[in-house]
């Protein structure tokens, strides 16, 4: 997803289909944006996305999204498997 300049930004267990052979597919891409060419963070108002999941700098006001956040939820996602 990041390969493509997206922030997918609520990933969680539930957004995470596993096919039969096992292959893990990330799904429900409601809350993603597609980043600018050259920028690292998109801007975002309103808190958006999965508390359970979501990067502890995300509820501070003005914090946006990033590629730093997408990793974090797949962090918590890894350790709730």
């Given at each position: 997803?990041?390969?493509?300049q997206?922030v997918?930004?609520d990933?969680k267990?539930a957004?995470?289909?596993?096919?039969?052979?096992?292959v893990?597919?990330?799904?429900?891409?409601?809350?993603?944006?597609?980043?600018?060419?050259?920028?690292?963070?998109?801007?975002?108002?309103?808190?958006?996305?999965?508390?359970?999941?979501?990067?502890p700098?995300?509820?501070?006001?003005?914090t946006?999204?990033?590629?730093s956040?997408?990793?974090?939820?797949?962090?918590?996602?890894?350790?709730?498997?």
């Amino acid at each position: 997803v990041h390969d493509h300049q997206v922030v997918h930004g609520d990933i969680k267990g539930a957004n995470v289909l596993v096919s039969d052979e096992g292959v893990a597919r990330l799904c429900d891409f409601g809350l993603s944006v597609l980043l600018a060419e050259h920028s690292q963070s998109i801007s975002h108002t309103g808190l958006k996305g999965t508390s359970r999941w979501m990067a502890p700098e995300l509820l501070v006001e003005g914090t946006r999204p990033s590629y730093s956040t997408d990793v974090y939820a797949c962090g918590c996602l890894l350790i709730e498997v």
